[in-house]
């Protein structure tokens, strides 16, 4: 599969999330089986242990009584000395629980020749019974647990279990009374009366638990000496504590202190010989005895572990259809992507009329279908509009660039232009900011010595300024040879543009008129930029600003006419606001002090240079930014009279 | 000629006779199978007395008769004992034994008490019951608590440690490699009891157990006696690096006899046994008897007899006589 493709990432990101949300439940299934299952062993523990107890308890208790009771008659005088054996006899018969009774006294309280008094009745190794007196030099009773510690605590006492003297498997264990007498109206022990009761009974109810096949209960002594376990040869042999020793756990010595203070516990410990195991103890309350249920932790959780297993195994396996049918389904469902994927490239080679793939019947591929039908149609169209658009484009470009060569053609552009006429020197440039432009510059002779020029900027630009441009410079060819005043010239000039100016066009304009014999020059300007006068090292300076208005705006308008001398090497400079107004990049205008400072520096150069200096300072001014308007410049040098040339 | 001829023939014969000829020696060691005893098992198991040429037989005491009694009847050829027993034995019982090994060179006696009980010193065991064994092994213990000026009521008792764990005593003198473990094996920890060992005592480090026979088989059976003890002080040798064979020994001989037995408590006990053998800071060889030793275990019998019958002397010489090289 290959990266990046939209069935990876579903896949991936599906797998992830599935993986997650199946993680989760499946911790939460888990772990509440295990808690359920660990509560159920609990009380199951807790029944079982309480019921085995109980079993223990239904022979032990009994069994108390029977001591307890001879004490009291004791004490009450009800057994005389010479009627004791067949006493013990009789309770033997009436009492098969208890293998053996004797009442021992203290050291001649009977007799005061004899230290050792003690009647006993057991059973023989027949099975009948049998009597005799306990104690003597080889049997001190006085210093047995079984006498000695009721004796010397005055309580009732549960003995170790041991088992019976001179062999056989008889297993012991002996419970104690102490009994009173009174002597000086002081209450005093007379002796001990002790039941021993066999525990061959005990195995059998304690092996009972083992149930599961690992299962197993134990039965402590107060000692904690093992009464019971699964492995007989620790019976009687070890402890808790020794066990514990062997195995080198130290926890099970904890169980065990636990176990022998009577303690009531569910607990987990690991052992290294079987594992981790849940151990309940609970105490058998008559002899302090403890009993231990163990479970294997393994075996607890087994079948949770088995079926935790299978569940993972399908799962898995269910993740791997899953993957195996999402990957089909998302391929089916973009396969018409990728045909129409190959489709756009189709069409965006150009061939709009391709037939769409006809596949997919989700609404979301029928709808991107209308789409890219729509698409199709859409850019077809568009296709044929651009074309026609595109051709009328290039017409109307190619009727412009016919329009700017015929406006170029209507000013003077040969320098110099009157290379008979010595008084004189001029040069001129236009450069349009659109394909034509408004502004337009003008000069000629009008007579043998009058030189006539003129420069304007026509209100807007593009082409409807071009052709009032046209107008402008056509009507002053005309009026000027007719009159020889500049202000008539423009009056008239003014006139006949303002009739009829319905589009409201206008043109600033200067218009002057220079005796090429005396340097005597005549204007007129209307409302154009004014011009400089450079005097050649005698500074540079602007004309005057006048009040008169653009011409074409107000029909009648009376225009002024100034008049100033020329004096030899004087250079005028005419200009239109494209110059002092280019802006750069900051929106800075280029300015008419920038101009002034310019061409004061250069007041002695031909006006060619002159021209070709300010154009280049303008382009470095504007830098990369766009022309925005029309470069209009020209400058006359007057050399003064005919003869003055050589001068020059 | 012919006379000295056969005389001759007849001595050689005897000396060759008796060479070949296999001594018995019966051994009883002071109590029932335990690792107490582990050297002398192995001993034996191991065929070590076979090569001595000795015929060895272990005998047990039982409930109805002692070692020492077994001695005196004759049952027994050499038995095993304490020096205060053999001291004991020599001096009032007048019975004729000799040590002829010392193996045990240190005193395993102490006191313990419940931590709880607040009796962290000596001294506070005045006016208290302190449990001893009837059975004797109590004229150190009486001796020492004499000579700190302590007045306790000794509470006689057979051999278990639950009168002492059901409070019946405020103390209770143990063997360190014996009831003391018990005690901790019945679930009591070690920093739950306050411990007063005899040999941190000045003069009550007394060493324990030691060979002895009676004087006339000495004098008749001294090189057989002499194999048997350097065959059984190999036997310790053998158990000492061989701790884990010794314990299947001891367990098997327990099992045997009856008897309870715990692997843990007999490594316990071997241990320490094996370690009450070297006489660390004593200046005696092991195997032999400190004069020092011995004089101080006299003292400490005839001071307490001194109120009773006549001062008895005994030399050092007529009591030990070495068989150990």
New interface residues.
């Given amino acids: 599969m290959r990266k990046n493709t939209l069935s990876t990432k579903i896949i991936t990101r599906v797998l992830l999330i599935i993986l997650i949300i199946g993680a989760v439940v499946f911790s939460i299934y888990y772990y509440f089986t295990r808690a359920t299952l660990e509560e159920m062993t609990r009380q199951n523990a807790a029944s079982l242990a309480n019921n085995t107890v109980h079993k223990i308890e239904m022979v032990i208790r009994p069994s108390e009584k029977i001591p307890e009771n001879l004490a009291w008659m004791l004490e009450a005088g009800a057994v005389p000395h010479d009627s004791v054996f067949p006493f013990l006899k009789q309770l033997l018969k009436n009492n098969p629980s208890i293998s053996g009774c004797v009442i021992a006294y203290e050291p001649y309280s009977i007799d005061p020749e004899r230290k050792y008094y003690a009647p006993f009745a057991y059973y023989d190794k027949q099975g009948n019974i049998d009597t005799n007196y306990l104690g003597g030099e ?1 049997l ?1 009773y006085f ?3 079984w006498y ?2 009721p004796v ?2 005055e309580k009732n ?1 549960w ?2 279990p041991y ?1 019976a003297e001179g ?1 056989g498997d008889m297993f012991l264990t002996s419970y104690s009374v102490p009994f009173y007498k009174r002597k000086n109206g002081k209450r005093q022990v007379a002796g001990v009366i002790t039941i021993d009761i066999s525990l061959n009974w005990l195995t059998d109810i304690v092996n009972s638990v083992e149930i599961l096949e690992t299962r197993y209960a134990f039965l402590l002594s ?3 000496v093992y009464v019971t376990h699964p492995d007989r040869s620790n019976i ?8 514990a ?2 195995l080198d756990e130290p926890k099970m ?1 904890e169980v ?2 636990d176990m ?1 203070s009577g303690k009531s516990k569910l607990r987990s410990v690991k052992l290294k010989d079987i594992g981790s195991v849940l151990v309940y103890h609970t105490p058998i309350p008559s002899t302090k005895w403890s009993l231990g249920v163990v479970y294997p932790r393994d075996e607890i959780f087994a079948n949770l572990h088995q079926l935790t297993w299978l569940m993972i195994a399908l799962s898995l396996l269910g993740l791997v259809v899953l993957t195996v049918v999402t990957i089909r389904i998302i391929k089916g469902l973009t396969r018409p992507l990728s045909q129409f994927a190959q489709s756009a490239r189709v069409i965006a080679e150009g061939n709009f009329n391709i037939a769409l793939p006809d596949t997919g019947k989700t609404e979301e591929i029928k709808e991107l279908r209308t789409s890219f039908e729509f698409m199709q149609r859409e850019l077809d169209n568009y296709i044929v509009h651009l074309k026609e658009t595109t051709s009328a484009k290039e017409k109307i470009e190619s009727e412009l660039r016919i329009a700017k060569e015929i406006q170029m053609g209507m000013i003077p552009q040969i320098f110099p232009p009157f290379p008979n006429l010595n008084q004189i020197d001029l040069f001129a440039m236009l450069e349009p900011a659109k394909e034509v432009g408004g502004d337009l510059y003008d000069f000629f002779m009008i007579d043998d010595t009058h030189l006539c020029f003129a420069i304007g900027d026509v209100s807007g630009k593009g082409v409807p300024a071009s052709l009032f441009m046209a107008v402008t410079r056509t009507l002053l060819r005309s009026l000027a040879p007719k009159q020889n005043s500049p202000k008539k010239i423009v009056d008239s000039l003014n006139n006949s543009l303002a009739q009829g100016n319905e589009s409201s066009m206008f043109v600033t304009f200067f218009l002057g008129i220079l005796n090429v014999e005396t340097g005597e020059l005549k204007y007129t300007n209307a409302g154009h930029n004014p011009p400089l006068m450079m005097h050649e090292g005698d500074g540079t300076a602007y004309f005057e600003i006048t009040k008169d208005i653009p011409v074409g705006l107000i029909e009648n308008f009376e225009y002024t006419e100034l008049e100033r001398t020329i004096h030899k090497n004087d250079r005028i400079f005419f200009y239109t606001d494209g110059i002092t107004e280019a802006e750069n990049s900051k929106e800075e205008l280029y300015s008419d002090e920038k101009l002034l400072h310019l061409l004061t520096s250069i007041e002695s150069l031909s006006p060619a240079e002159i021209i070709q200096d300010v154009e280049k300072d303008v382009k470095i001014h504007v830098g990369d930014n766009e022309q925005s308007d029309d470069l209009t410049m020209m400058c006359v040098i007057y050399y003064g009279k005919s003869e003055d040339k050589g001068n020059a | 000629m012919m006379k000295n001829l056969i005389l001759t023939l007849m001595a050689l014969f005897a000396l060759c006779f008796a060479e070949a000829q296999t001594t018995t020696i019966r051994f009883a060691p002071q109590w029932f199978p335990q690792a107490q005893f582990a050297g002398y098992y192995a001993a034996l198991d191991q065929g070590f007395y076979q090569e001595a040429d000795l015929e060895v037989k272990i005998i047990h005491p039982t409930d109805d008769e002692s070692s020492m009694n077994m001695l005196i009847s004759g049952k027994a050829d050499v038995v095993s004992s304490f020096l205060m027993d053999g001291l004991t034995s020599r001096l009032s019982q007048e019975i004729p034994l000799v040590n002829i090994a010392q193996l045990s060179q240190h005193s395993t006696l102490m006191f313990v008490t419940k931590a709880s009980s607040g009796i962290d010193t000596l001294k506070a065991l005045d006016n208290k019951k302190v449990a001893i064994w009837s059975s004797g092994f109590d004229k150190l213990p009486r001796a020492l608590l004499e000579e700190e000026g302590i007045d306790v009521e000794f509470v006689p008792i057979y051999n278990s440690i639950n009168l002492f764990l059901e409070g019946g005593v405020d103390a209770m003198t143990v063997m360190y490699y014996n009831e003391y473990d018990q005690i901790i094996n019945s679930g009591v920890n070690e920093d739950e009891l306050n411990k007063f060992f005899f040999l941190d005592y000045e003069g009550f480090d007394i060493p324990e157990d030691g060979l002895y026979c009676l004087q006339q088989t000495l004098d008749k059976d001294k090189d057989a006696l002499r194999k048997f003890v350097k065959a059984s002080l190999k036997g310790w040798e053998y158990v000492d690096k061989n701790r884990e064979y010794a314990l299947d020994l001891v367990v098997e001989k327990m099992n045997k006899a009856r008897l309870a037995n715990s692997r843990a408590h007999q490594r316990w006990m071997l241990d320490k046994v094996v370690g009450q053998l070297a006489p660390m800071d004593k200046n005696v060889k092991q195997g032999h008897l400190l004069e020092a030793d011995f004089q101080r275990a006299l003292n400490i019998i005839q001071s307490e007899a001194r109120s009773g019958a006549e001062m008895k002397t005994l030399p050092f010489d007529s009591f030990y006589e070495p068989l150990v090289d």
């Avoid at chain 1, 009687?236 to 066990?243: A, D, L, R, S, W």
């Fill in positions: 080889d001190n210093i047995r647990d000695q510690i010397m605590l006492y003995t170790e088992f062999g107060g000692n904690g009687m042999n070890e402890t808790i504590f020794t066990h020793k062997e010595r065990g202190r022998i």
